[in-house]
């Protein structure tokens, strides 16, 4: 990608109600734009990002045996009545008046919207378990938004549910998520914790957040330090049991939100020198909550024995947009955003230093061509800018790598090569710097 054919919008100010830095940052790299309070336009870099973190979650929520889906944003209030949810949701809930009167939800959850496609289609023991997901854009009218998309009214979420027979094999459908989330997390470089949390509006008797500790986190959570040392990809978990036991292991470990937490049992079974307290910010969270919408909304299924039963279902959401800031919040520097290469944008940044050299300008294109046929995403920064605002442009959009091609160390074959992750700098030559560029990417 040339970066003059594509929009990057840089801004040199911070917005002025921005507090935290994945907010400043997000505005200050073009990655989005406020269009009202809590509600984003998403820029090229912006959605390049989303968009990577999206996969990621697929890719974890296929493996673990969830089926993709799409449910849409409105839904009939009607279901709402039918849970009982309705008038409980509150405020949060933003209703909308058809040209029929009728009134429309603009999804917060879904529930009920999902347990109204299962009981249409699903009759029989034999198709359980099933994990329907989707990755859709949901809408709460929260009453502070906050933070950029940190805490928006409008937001994505990766959201899944789970249908099982019975309780047993509803946990290992929790448990399966759980080891998914913890997978997919991991995958972004961010250490989450699962903490035992309250099922909220959601209800439910078994539920955890995933929080990754920042001193911007909304909420407090408390935790056994032995669990930040443990490793989901240690083991390979392919049976049943074996995904159990690595969950049940987590288990083991005290960790709770606050309103959750139990001083005396923490001080009990933990030392003190184990004990970890901090800001946490909710990535995911995750309920079983058995047949608390299978009951009133009537979905059940005939079982092996020819008797009916309400389904066992789980719900398991992951704040896709919110992901974006807390990755930010967990990788800046003074200088901007520092991406792990999973989700960013782009691998490599190409600065030409000298901008009306014709052997710089297609020694650029050569090395731009060549790492986007490896599959190496890459923008070239070939506007007509001085070297100071590519390089301060280039530190603030926070691609992992930066070649910086100049007339002097072409002479020699040379290039370059700085790592966003250090701040390092090396100059060696062009092969070598590609070598190392792709050692690096496609041993992650
Ligand atoms: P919070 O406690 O932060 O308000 P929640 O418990 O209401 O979140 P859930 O219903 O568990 O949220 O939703 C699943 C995930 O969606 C959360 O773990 C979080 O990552 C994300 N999420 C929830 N509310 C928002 C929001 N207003 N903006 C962005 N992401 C959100
Ligand atoms: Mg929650």
Excluded at 98 to 106: E, F, P
Excluded at 200 to 214: M, Y
Excluded at 329 to 349: H, L, M, R, Y
Excluded at 382 to 395: C, L, Q, T, V
């Amino acid at each position: 990608m040339l970066w003059s054919n594509y929009f990057i919008p840089t801004q040199k100010e911070n917005p002025a109600d921005a507090k935290i830095p994945s907010h400043k940052l997000m505005v200050r790299s073009g990655m989005i734009k406020q269009e009202s309070a809590g509600i984003y336009s998403w820029l090229p870099l912006g959605i390049k990002v989303l968009k990577n973190i999206e996969n990621i979650i697929r890719q974890e929520q296929e493996r673990a045996g969830a089926i993709e889906i799409l449910m849409p944003t409105l839904q009939s209030s009607d279901l709402w009545s039918e849970s009982g949810r309705y008038d409980g949701y509150g405020e949060e809930m933003l209703r909308v008046v058809d040209r029929h009167d009728r009134i429309l939800i603009y999804g917060p959850t879904n529930e009920e919207q999902v347990t109204e496609i299962f009981r249409k289609y699903v009759k029989s023991y034999k198709n359980l378990p099933l994990n329907l997901y989707h990755i859709q854009w949901k809408f709460r009218d929260e009453i502070r938004p906050r933070f950029g998309v940190m805490r928006g009214r409008e937001f994505l979420m990766k959201d899944s549910y789970s249908f099982d027979l019975n309780e047993d094999t509803a946990k290992i459908s929790y448990y399966k998520m759980f080891v998914a989330y913890l997978k997919t997390f991991q995958r972004m470089e961010l250490k989450a914790i699962p903490v035992s949390a309250e099922s909220g509006p959601i209800g439910g008797n078994l539920s955890h957040e995933f929080s990754v500790i920042a001193p911007t986190g909304e909420s407090e959570i408390f935790c056994d330090k032995s669990i930040l040392d443990l490793d989901i990809n240690k083991k390979n978990l392919t049976t049943d049991k074996e995904i159990s036991e690595a969950v049940e292991n987590y288990l083991s470990f005290y960790s709770a939100t606050d309103e959750k937490h139990d001083v005396n049992n923490f001080n009990k079974t933990v030392k003190k020198k184990d004990q970890i307290s901090g800001r946490g910010i909710e990535i995911g969270h995750i309920f079983s909550f058995g047949d608390k919408y299978s009951k009133p909304m009537n979905a059940s299924i005939v079982n092996a024995d020819g008797k009916i039963s309400d389904v066992y279902m789980g719900s398991y959401g992951i704040g896709v947009s919110r992901l974006v800031a807390t990755i930010i919040e967990c990788f800046n520097d003074d200088d901007g955003i520092i991406w792990p290469i999973s989700v960013a944008p782009f691998k490599v940044n190409i600065i030409n230093l000298k901008n009306n050299d014709d052997d710089c300008y297609s020694k650029c294109i050569e090395i731009h061509n060549l790492l986007e046929k490896l599959g190496i995403e890459t923008i070239f920064d070939d506007r007509d800018e001085s070297a100071g605002k590519k390089f301060s442009d280039g530190d603030l959009i926070g691609v992992p790598f930066q070649l910086i091609i100049g007339p002097r160390e072409l002479k020699n074959g040379n290039v370059e090569l700085k790592i966003r992750k250090t701040n390092k700098k090396e100059i060696i030559s062009f092969e070598r710097a590609i070598d190392k560029i792709k050692s690096i990417i496609f041993e992650e």
